[in-house]
Every structure is written in C-alpha cells, then in structure tokens.
C-alpha cells in the first residue's frame, strides 16, 4: 500500500504542478498516470509542438515544458506509479481514500486531485468486428514481450513509427513477419521506413501495401486474417495480430466512482476550490468543467492552485493555511533543497 | 456568417452558422453547437476525432501533410475525408455540406 498526503490521477502537466503547490503547503504527492512516462497529452500527442499561451513563454515546446515541470517539481520528491490505470475507488470510514489500479497496485490518502485530462490513453482500435473476442488470443496491442512471437507468424498494421520500429523489431524473432498498410507511404522517421524497404526486398518480411485487415478468424485463439487489398480480398495464416495505431485518450472508469459527469467531463465548484461532489476529491484541468470552462493549461495550473489551498484544510481540519508568496519564503524542498532571493547588501548612494 | 449543413453520426441534419472573420475552423464550429466531435488535440491534426465527409464540391484546400499523415492512420477514411480542424471557414464554404465521420473511440 503507497501512502501519501495527495493521490493525483494524471501526471500530465496539471498534474505534476500540483505537486509544486501541494509541495509549498508541505503537503507530499504520489502520482498515478496510465503513461510509462509523465507529461500527458504534451508527452504522448505533441511533445514536438510549439505552445504560445504560456505565461512568460512567448513559445515553448510541450516536451520542454514537461522537461521544466519536472524540474520545478523536483525539490518536493513526488513518487510515481506509471503504465497503470487508475481503475476503482473506496472511501473508508476514517475519510481516507484507496484507488487501485488495473494491475492492482494500491494508494491511500486523505485527498484525491484528479488531473487525468481526456482520461486515460488507450489503444486505438481498427474497426474490424471480431476484434474484441481475440484479444489476448491472438490480438496484441503492444509488444509487450517480444520472445512471446518467437517462431510465430506475426502480422502488425499501421504505417507510423511503432508499426515500422516494432517490424523492424520482429524481423528477427517472429518465423514469418507480415506488414500491412492502407497505404503505400509510411509517415514514420525516414531510415525506419527505408530499414522496412530494405527488409522486405530481402524477403526476412512480407509487405502487403495499400491494404486493410478486415477480419479475424479462428477457433478459440487467432489463425487466419482477412485482408482486403485495392483489387482484391485475399486470407493470411497468423498466429498474432498487432495492430498500431497509436493511443487514444477515453475518460474510462473515473467514469464510474460516483462523480457527477457531465459531457464527459467532472462537474466541479469552479466559484470556490473545484471540488467534486464527493468530499476530499477535486478535478483540475481539462478533465473538469464548469460554466464557462476553458481547456488550457494555463486554467488547469490555477484550478490546481485554488484546490490544494482548500485540499489543505481536510488533512488539516481546523488549520488555516496563510499563503505566503515564494519570493518572501523560498522554497525548501522535501529533500532537504531550499531556493530563496539571495541577501544583496544595501549600497549606499 | 456562412451557413454549413452538417448530417450528424445518427443521419439527423443540421445547419450551422458560422462566422468568416473569426478564423475559425469546422471543428471549433461542431463543438460551439454540441455536434459530438471530440477535438482531442485541439486542432492540432493530430488526432482524427473530428474526421468528416465533404460531400459537395466546394473550392477546398488540399490536405496539408500534417493532415495527410493523421489520415494514413485514422479509420473510416474515404477519399473524401477531411479533418474538421484542418478547414477554415471562409465566405466560399457558404452552403457546404459535411457528414460526420464515425466516432473511432466506440471501435
């Protein structure tokens, strides 16, 4: 069991700004993302992309940003449980908190700040019919372990990076690698797609372009696919289908804890601390709305401020918290690192 | 203001209006009535949620790269397809006639 003064779903970049304003409240955090990595949405969709609406950013990236949050954050020691889904919620009778995750791992705490955005990011999936009766029977969406496809007939579809890093991956394991794309054209880095050419000029894999997997067939684990080319249909053996097409971001099982939802979204207080209708539990950033409510970061890093001030009076019952501005205080980290103005001498005019 | 006719994922019409000096986009125009267009990336082309059909023939521009790139791997694409984001509204789009593309999250 992890224990922390603040849960925070989503270690996006609401999420890891909360540790920094729970951090000068002395409060400590552990964040829970379904990302192998922080940063959300900025690390997963647009780490690459310009962002303008920054205060006293004229332009960062959103990678860069990340990379400064993580540094900013640094000095209050957050902990991190990454790769896993935040999947149920228990209040017990002391007010306390316990969130599992998909892979079982527990957290308490007295305070959940839910930063998790669109939700959690999840596997697009082609829209073939039999698709959900093979997963995990011959339907992968990640490589996982690549030993697993060892002498296997392997087919992977999509045409970006993880398609062609992952064929290019297998080449050597799977006994026969097939790769198959609705176009001719790869959009994934130029040498990874000149490395698959090459591959396939060879005969180590076998490239089925322009095409689509269309259906799945099988007794009770995956055997044959269908696929369906420009002129004509034709079925392939398989043992394993991998289908990349990258991650999609779904509100999931926040969904069902009981908040209010609306338009997919958590209804909050935006007039006082963007609390949800449960006690204890606030949502900050996209994820929430209210009248008015704007997706940007910018709103997320206040609600989150607004919140930890309130989040503040629960694990303190009876302690009123005097904000004090960081150019008076500093900042002393948990880890024993203190930031403050240095002391310049008056110099006489 | 244009008028654009939009057919919605369960074949209901709908027309919207939409101002021309606003730069604003087809998808920014779907989420200001409560059409279910999701705009995940928030216009950036990265993510296919606001996939639509242009069904007339109106002086389009063509698809940038960034836009051809996220339909080489969105589904339910058709020669057609556009990403809502990508469309500007201007005064020759008055009268376009748009079908909304199935939501891929139900995939």
Redo the contacts between chains.
Sequence with gaps: MIQTDVLIIGAGPVGLFTVFEAGLLNLRCHLIDSLPYPGG?CAE??PK?PIFDIPAYPEILAGDLVENLLEQIEPFQPSYTLGERAQTLKKDEEGFFTITTHEGTKHRSRVVIIAGG?GSFEP????IPE?PQFEDRGVDYFVRDPEKYRGKKVVIS???DSALDWTIHLADIARELTLI???N?F?GALDSVSKVRDLAEIGRIQLITPAEVIGLNGATSLNELKIKTETSGLKLEADYFIPL??L???LGPIGDWGLEIEKNAIKVNNALDYSTNIQGIYAVGDVNTYPGKL?LILSGFHEATLALQSAYEVINPGKKHVMKYTTVNGITGFDGSKKEAKKVEPVAI | MIKIKVKDREGELHELEGPTDMSLNLMELFKAHELPVEGTCGGMALCASCQCYVLSDHPLDGRTDAEEDMLAEAFHVKENSRLGCQIHLIDELDGLEIELAPDESLN
């Design positions: 949405q969709i647009y992309k669109l697009r999936k082609p829209p698709l999509g045409g970006g794309h609705r176009r054209e959009r097409f990258g999609l971001p779904k997706k």
